[in-house]
């Protein structure tokens, strides 16, 4: 079936850095695309979001990119701290009656050294 | 913002019991839950789309008679998995999606099952 999937499942930067997580996806019937941070034990926290008629969109300290062409997602988180590590997941869902079912990604485990 | 809470966070149980897991809309109506799974180290994977009054649908290769949804009402969702094996040790994970407007979706804190 179709899938999301991640070039790089881990990730190491240092506290200040800016961190680049990427993401593949292949359903060219998504359009609408979330990233989500999960810590140990926890539920996804939604980080953002991105509909396909857009191709960037910031946040506080996050960017998602977005190019259709090569159906490639990514976050970037700039000056990122040690309460950013966690393991970041790219998420995929179609419009319709299809919303809210998503396709996520392998994800990117993030580790910030002080 | 809108919350949702999953109950419990956490249980033990042993082979060949039912285990009943609820998910719960706290500040909104949600006619649609869905219910994901995930192992260690991996990935969620949909199981089931939750749907208030209607029967789930389910994802392929999940087994309907063992993972029992059950949406009665617009704010509970419930995920039963019958006569549990060690196997169906998994974090559980529920989202909900806001109805009306702009359409968001809402993630559970998870379900850590253990299996004996």
């Known amino acids: 079936g179709e899938s999301v999937g991640l070039h790089l499942p881990t990730l190491s930067v240092q506290e200040g850095d800016n961190s680049i997580i990427n993401c593949a996806y292949s359903?060219?019937?998504?359009?609408?695309f979330i990233w989500y941070k999960q810590e140990s034990g926890k539920g996804p926290q939604f980080i953002i979001d991105?509909?396909?008629?857009?191709d960037k969109r910031q946040g506080q300290r996050v960017t998602v990119l977005l190019n259709k062409t090569v159906k490639h997602l990514s976050l970037q988180i700039a000056a990122t701290q040690p309460g950013d590590s966690a393991v970041y997941f790219c998420?995929?869902?179609?419009?319709?009656?299809?919303?809210?079912?998503?396709?996520f990604g392998q994800g990117t485990i993030l580790t910030v050294h002080p | 913002g809108a919350v949702v809470s999953q109950h419990p966070s956490r249980v033990i149980c042993k082979s060949g019991t039912s285990v009943k897991i609820e998910c719960r809309s706290l500040?909104?109506?949600?006619?649609?839950m869905f219910w994901y799974r995930q192992f260690p180290k991996q990935s969620l994977m949909l199981m089931a789309t939750?749907?208030?009054?209607?029967?789930?649908?389910?994802e392929q290769g999940v087994e309907k008679d063992k993972f029992l949804i059950n949406h009665a009402s617009l704010t509970l969702s419930t995920l039963t998995v019958t006569s549990a094996h060690p196997e169906d040790s998994s974090f559980y994970i529920c989202?909900?999606?806001?109805?009306?407007?702009?359409?968001?979706?809402?993630f559970g804190s998870g379900t850590q099952l253990s299996v004996l």
């Open positions: 989202s909900a999606k806001r109805a009306g407007g702009h359409e968001k979706l809402f």
């Open positions: 359903n060219s019937a998504s359009d609408y």
């Open positions: 991105i509909r396909s008629n857009m």
């Open positions: 998420a995929e869902t179609a419009g319709g009656t299809s919303y809210g079912k998503l396709t």
């Open positions: 500040d909104f109506q949600a006619t649609t």
């Open positions: 939750s749907n208030e009054g209607s029967k789930a649908t389910y």
